[in-house]
């Protein structure tokens, strides 16, 4: 099974404590998935986040509905937090966010952990249409996130010689 990474960092002119609290409403995530996802929560709200805590939720990916399950592995306010999908489509989903403060503002770190199910199939998939639909998502959240949180929101982007997806055989 390959395992492929893919990271984002962009910077908000907001303080950290507020960028993490907009991330630790679940009810956020709406805001910042693509429309073309048909993102939906499931769970009953309110949710609390922390350790532990499950979200379920409903996606469209390319037309297909799924239903999709996470897990909050580690929650560190206002820093760091990670989660996992216990059920989906992937065979390994790991979401860390972190958030840094930096002069000016707070940088958000996205880094994700993904593995595909089905053997090389799977692994056509990512080199296909997988890894251009993860980059396409995170750039839909790019753009909302920047909107929601700051008039002055700038990505910072991986260097040129540096791809987002990386690929490793564990």
Not at 9 to 38: C, H, K, M, Y
Not at 69 to 94: A, C, H, K, M, N
């Amino acid at each position: 099974m390959n395992t492929y990474f893919f990271t984002r960092e962009q910077f908000v002119d907001r303080p950290v404590a507020g960028v993490f609290s907009f991330f630790a409403d679940a009810r956020n995530l709406e805001f910042i998935t693509p429309p073309w996802l048909r993102f939906h929560i499931t769970t009953a709200g309110p949710i609390r986040m922390e350790r532990g805590a499950r979200v379920d939720y409903r996606i469209r990916l390319r037309g297909v509905p799924v239903r999709w399950t996470s897990e909050i592995l580690e929650w560190s306010p206002p820093y760091r937090f990670v989660d996992v999908q216990v059920r989906g489509p992937y065979r390994l989903w790991e979401h860390t966010h972190e958030f840094f403060e930096v002069a000016g503002g707070t940088l958000v770190r996205d880094e994700v952990r993904y593995a595909l199910p089905m053997g090389r199939l799977g692994e056509i998939a990512v080199r296909r249409f997988v890894a251009k639909d993860v980059a396409r998502i995170f750039e839909y959240r790019r753009d909302a996130l920047a909107s929601r949180l700051a008039r002055d929101a700038r990505p910072l982007t991986t260097a040129p010689h540096e791809p987002p997806l990386r690929s490793r055989r564990p």
